[in-house]
């Protein structure tokens, strides 16, 4: 008889912008606050989810709050979702992969697991700048041998239905899919052994 895999109780920190920081939104429908609904029902009284996320956020920003942040927290799981504004500012790829690169190596440093969440933007500048953007998730995760979620927003950008009417944000319906998108990683670093 095969027993399943031990859960040890860990802290999920969530390192994002307003996609995560629920922009819009009443704060008991973003996916972050499902995240911990969902883990309640799981594993009873195991888990504790931080939302560390920041409306507006880039990657130097959350770079300059990280130290503090893990020095607090210190979590055993780390999703880093972020880059979007970076993309929207028109930030060189190349910065956001020195800092999602920094940002990994100060979380692997505290001894957390690392979950990265992948992120594309708008053709508005260009097909080289939109691929060398995207491309960005996939080196640092090879680097840095972190698990990465190509498309966060997989199955929601793209349908207005889903979308606040900036376009930008993900409304309410969405935030089932994006915690869906997310929980297999989430879930996989939990069975981990600390």
């Known amino acids: 008889m095969c027993l399943p895999a031990a859960v040890y109780a860990k802290t999920i920190m969530i390192l994002g912008d307003s996609i995560s920081a629920g922009y819009g939104l009443q704060p008991q429908q973003g996916w972050v606050t499902q995240l911990q ?4 029902q799981q594993y009873p009284k195991k888990h504790q989810v931080v939302n560390a996320s920041v409306s507006g956020e880039t990657s130097s ?8 942040l893990l020095q607090t927290y210190k979590p055993h799981i780390v999703v880093i979702e972020l880059g979007g504004n970076d993309g929207l500012r028109g930030q060189p790829p190349q910065i956001l992969q020195q800092n999602l690169g920094k ?26 700048y939109t691929q060398a953007f995207e491309k960005t998730y996939l080196s640092v995760s ?17 349908h207005p239905q889903l979308m ?4 930008i944000h ?9 915690l869906n998108n997310a929980y297999p990683y989430i879930q996989q670093a939990l069975h981990a052994k600390p």
Request: charged share 15%; proline share 7%.
């Open 37 to 40: 609904q969902r883990l309640n």
């Open 61 to 68: 920003g959350a770079l300059a709050r990280l130290p503090r």
């Open 103 to 128: 940002l990994v190596s100060l979380s692997q440093q505290s001894q957390a697991t690392v979950i990265l969440l992948g992120m594309k933007i708008p053709p508005n500048y260009g097909q080289a």
């Open 142 to 158: 090879q680097q840095y041998k972190v698990k990465y979620l190509p498309f966060f927003m997989k199955g929601i950008a793209g």
């Open 164 to 167: 606040q009417k900036d376009l």
């Open 170 to 178: 993900p409304n309410a319906q969405a935030q089932s899919i994006l």
